[in-house]
């Protein structure tokens, strides 16, 4: 069953679940609510207008109804509740008509309004009388609400089954209900005993889950042997004399960090961490160098075919006058122009490869790799560090990424990593300056865009989707591009740039843009991570709600990339509250735990690519003694034959590291 069968749901709606982290049932299953609401029984005279009340009491007005639209309808009776007479207002019930009969005892949950005698009822329940009331509240996302989605999820929760990883010993010991049952509970509470019991159920099993492929991960790739370089020094520090900048405190310490873990006989494991405009990418080249002055054959992966290529000529530049051969491999790269590189890389003719994936398809075989870099390393999640190991080759590992991990999920997601950080940007950086725009102040936006532009600089311009699209109304590239063509098509160079382009043309398109024959780039988030073009000082992003806040730190990132003022424009009419601390700091540290606050831990790594690392329900801080447990559990149970009995749960693990 996937998401399309569910009753009710449209292409537009799927997109915004999309936008959700929800692509199939499961997902939609596994969509936790994010908090509950516990209404309590209180005093009338306590309450305030606007807060919840559960109040029983007699009906004593027959209800009557007004429709409007085509499904919606709004009914309304007097209530009778000992002390006080009320009119009950409730939206989208007049099915209930027939049951709501004058002298009916009923209780009632809403929202009350004193001033008016009223309360607007989101539930009524007859019979049993209701001492608090427990409601799920969810994650939601512009133009789709909690009732829509926990209707999907309600019509779906009965006929799923939801298979059980835990081992049948600790289901015991810990008494914990069925997993199955624990699910509806969480979805629909009735109980709070029986809600903690169900919340603590999924979030052991999550937290042992995660417990055990960490002690996996530690036990079957750290302390492992590694290659031991002899490389002269003072070699490396005249290639760090010779760049055209000099390099920051942190870029040399972590440069020393490096130089000591490839000189060292063990191997490499290294977290290179430093916010967007920080300079990882020079410290990656140097540590190519060292690779390279060691003897060995190094690769540096980058997630989009605009970075790599990007790296690739910066690279290549860097190195001119050296007798060092290096090479790119992307995906689109010719099948002719491939093969000559299999060879070359399989017979150590390439010394430095640059590219994205296609590095490490089956193909590929290295005659001595000995480093790999991954650029923007949350981009790919923790899977493909085993990847690397399936062709039997055991190279040193450096890992860079711009997204800030608060410091208690660091230490638990790269407890087995090293890190060396780049905390200062390279000097005379100034902050960038951000704005939010409502679409309708455009000719303000176009009037900004042009004071760059007359100084020379350039500017980008982001759109969420590439072409129109009958389903959803965001902004697309190529009515962007029309837009800009009227009002500055005259006067300067505009280019489109998007994921669906052939590589070739998106490599010419960067080129101008690099070169200044484009003044104006319209993109979509290709652009996201890494670009690098000195001479733009604007990045104006469209419906920028749609984009989570690391990610816009991430296309702002583009700008400010050398002693000029940057601008970034935030056009948004909607959520632009949540938007605002983008105006309010530069820090990727501050925004990337405004995040983790507003949308969950999700968010930080990308949303699918590295759902290992993704909490669905618990949280790391607040079921941190819950973690503990796990942790002694998993410890034990790894080192026991009950193993054994538990295959599948030990397949899975295996899987998500791809590790055999
Ligand atoms: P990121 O850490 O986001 O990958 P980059 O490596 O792309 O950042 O560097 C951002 C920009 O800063 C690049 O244009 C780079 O050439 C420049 N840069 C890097 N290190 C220094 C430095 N020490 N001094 C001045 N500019 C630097
Ligand atoms: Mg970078």
Known sequence: MTLENIKGLGPKNLQLINKLGIYTIDDLINFYPFRYDVIERSNVDELNDGDKIIIDGIIESVPSIFYFGKRR??????????????????????????????????????????????IIVSDISFGAILKTKIEPVYHTTYGIGITTIKKYINSIIDKYHTKSLLPDYLIDKYKLMDKDEAIKIVHNPTKLNELNKALNRLRYEELFLFMCKMNYLKNNIQYKEG??????????YELINSLEFKLTDDQLKAVEDIYNDLTLPYRM??????????????VSFISLYINYLGGYQGALMAPTEVLAIQHYNNIKKLFKDYNINIELLIGKTTKREKNRIYKELEEGNVDIIIGTHALFTDEVNYKNLGLVITDEQHRFGVNQRANLKNKGITPDVLYMSATPIPRTYALTLYGDMEISNIKTLPNGKKDIITTIKSEKDIKDVLTSMYNELKEGHQVYVIAPLVEESDKVDFNNVYELEEKMNKAFGKLYNIGVLHGKMKSDEKDEIMTKFQNNEIQILISTTVVEVGVDVKNATMIVIFDAYMFGLSSLHQLRGRVGRNDLQSYCILISNHETERLNILTKTNDGFKISEEDFKLRGSGDLFGVKQSGDMVFNIADLKRDYNLLLKAKEDSIEFLSSSKVNDNLELIDTIKKSFALD
Not at 76 to 102: A, P
Not at 227 to 236: A, C, G, N, P, Q
Not at 272 to 279: A, K, M, N, R, Y
């Open 73 to 118: 309808d709004k009914m309304s009776f007097k209530l009778n509740t000992g002390e006080n007479i009320f009119r009950v207002d409730i939206y989208n019930r007049g099915f209930l008509k027939s049951k709501l009969k004058i002298g009916t005892n009923i209780t009632v949950i809403g929202k009350i309004d004193k001033k008016h005698n009223l």
């Open 269 to 282: 494991n290294r977290l290179l961490q430093g916010d967007v405009g920080s300079g990882k990418t020079i």
């Open 227 to 236: 290659l031991k370089r002899v490389v002269d020094k003072s070699k490396v």
